[in-house]
Nanobody, 118 residues
Framework: EVHLVESGGGMVQSGGSLRLTCQASGFNFWSYDMSWVRQAPGKEPEWISG????????YYADSVKGRFTISRDNAKNTLYLQMNSLKPEDTALYIC???????????RGQGTQVTVSS
């Protein structure tokens, strides 16, 4: 059974940084593309970043490009998202997904809340 557990969220002031972690289990993590998706209250989920199975290809949404960095450690079955220069509009539930992109059908975690105050 696929199990994805996010951590690292919290409250931070505008301009601050956070590092999110997604611990994966139940599948061959090193073989799969992974993504970070976020959902703000009342809004549709937004695919913000993706990384292919070996880290050689990454994607960033324009909204986070230049501020967020996705990475993975296949030896530790762990996905990361380094978030710098955070803005209030980054406030959302951040979810990791076993996929390249976002679909409600893809396995995903419960998410970790990020709140950025101005």
């Amino acid at each position: 059974e696929v199990h994805l557990v996010e951590s690292g969220g919290g409250m931070v002031q505008s301009g601050g940084s956070l590092r999110l972690t997604c611990q994966a289990s139940g599948f061959n993590f090193w073989s799969y593309d992974m993504s970070w998706v976020r959902q703000a209250p009342g809004k549709e989920p937004e695919w913000i970043s993706g990384i292919n199975h070996n880290g050689g290809r990454v994607y960033y949404a324009d909204s986070v490009k230049g501020r967020f960095t996705i990475s993975r450690d296949n030896a530790k079955n762990t996905l990361y998202l380094q978030m710098n220069s955070l803005k209030p509009e980054d406030t959302a539930l951040y979810i990791c997904a076993k996929a390249w992109g976002y679909s409600a059908l893809n396995p995903r975690g419960q998410g970790t809340q990020v709140t950025v105050s101005s």
